[in-house]
């Protein structure tokens, strides 16, 4: 099992609000090791380029990007998410916006806990090459 903590747990029983919260720290750490390892610069500068990643409209540009090589249990997985009932949804962006990021999450933290790190690299790196593309980062 390719996880932080040998921890006996069932993704598949968990509400996706439970797996949005693991996948928001999940892609989180995949954007700052991913910075941390490109170059060594100044905390702020790390922070400001973290955030442009790591933000309800960027996930819901990445999410857009990997839906064509979703199987039917990760499309299932995200559809659970963004449809999820929050209580909360940011002034600054739309609800289909933060929706479908919370769908996003959630796919990244079921992933996570189903210990397919490589399906996360393979994802990970699809959405980092191509905001590189689209941005200067």
Known sequence: MDRFLPLETDPKQLSP???AF???CVY???VREQ???E???PNRDLHAAKVKLVNAEAQEAAIKALLPLLTEEEQAV???G???HTHHTPKNMSSASYHAATGFEALFGYLYLKGELDRLREFFGLIYNG???TSSI
């Open 17 to 19: 609000l439970d797996l």
């Open 22 to 24: 693991l996948g928001d």
């Open 28 to 30: 989180e750490l995949f």
């Open 35 to 37: 910075l941390v390892s």
């Open 39 to 41: 170059a060594n610069r």
């Open 78 to 80: 995200f559809r659970r």
């Open 82 to 84: 963004r449809n999820a």
């Open 131 to 133: 905001q590189e593309r």
